[in-house]
């Protein structure tokens, strides 16, 4: 079944430690997304990718690192930089056409605590 | 800017009651598309709808439907003969249909409890 695979479900990270959220699509989808949610909030975006070798920044990339070396794969490196990283990470992706009104499709999500 | 207010924070409802969840946005575009999510406890966001700002027909799926309204800025989604499987976190979001836009707004959700 096609879809979206992020990996592992749970992620400790201690301090000082970079960590990486992976996350696998074979929707043949052009763009991809990384969220993160925490308590009480809606999603808020950290970085997309509309083709492989470029992403931008979203509304909160500070302490965030991602890649788009495969049209499959984006996967987000959460460095020590962010000093509260402690949330649910989301991955999406979507079809990619001008004005479009192609729904983001999600994962099942990455739950990451500081030890 | 836009925005997304999903005043409701938390409902609860006894199985087979009708509810209504309240999306109000706000943007200056002219176009833009408006979306439903619904997060179960599991984690995961499953797509329930998206709406063109300039189709404002209401929309019924099954006990679902939505009631999308420009003049007051507001795309409500309305459960009828809510089940206990209903219980989860609605999100209601909107994104600008120009030309590289792909950034979807969310609100912060309704959290939803179908009471057997």
């Known amino acids: 079944d096609g879809g979206i695979t992020q990996s592992p479900k749970y992620l400790f990270r201690k301090e000082g430690q970079n960590v990486t959220l992976s996350c696998e699509q074979n929707l043949n989808h052009d763009a991809m997304y990384w969220y993160r949610q925490d308590p009480g909030q809606g999603l808020r975006l950290i970085y997309y990718s509309q083709i492989v070798n470029d992403f931008q920044k979203g509304d909160i990339a500070e302490g965030y690192s991602v890649s788009r070396e495969k049209k499959e794969s984006f996967p987000l490196t959460v460095t020590s930089a962010q000093k509260n990283p402690t949330a649910f990470y989301l991955c999406?992706?979507?079809?990619?056409?001008?004005?479009?009104?192609?729904?983001?499709?999600f994962g099942d999500g990455t739950r990451l605590s500081i030890l | 800017a836009q925005k997304v207010t999903q005043a409701q924070t938390e409902i609860s409802v006894v199985e087979k009651e009708d509810v209504t969840l309240d999306c109000v946005y706000e943007t200056r575009d002219t176009t833009y598309y408006l979306f439903w999510y619904k997060q179960p406890p599991s984690g995961e966001l499953v797509f329930l709808i998206r709406?063109?700002?300039?189709?404002?027909q209401n929309e019924i799926s099954g006990r679902y439907s939505w009631n999308f309204q420009k003049s007051t800025s507001s795309f409500n989604f309305t459960i009828t003969a809510s089940q206990v499987v209903d219980s989860a976190v609605y999100f209601c979001a909107l994104r600008y249909s120009g030309a590289g836009s792909y950034q979807l707004t969310f609100g912060k959700g309704t959290k939803l409890s179908v009471i057997p």
């Open positions: 999406a992706s979507s079809k990619l056409e001008t004005g479009s009104n192609q729904p983001q499709h």
């Open positions: 709406r063109n700002s300039f189709d404002e």
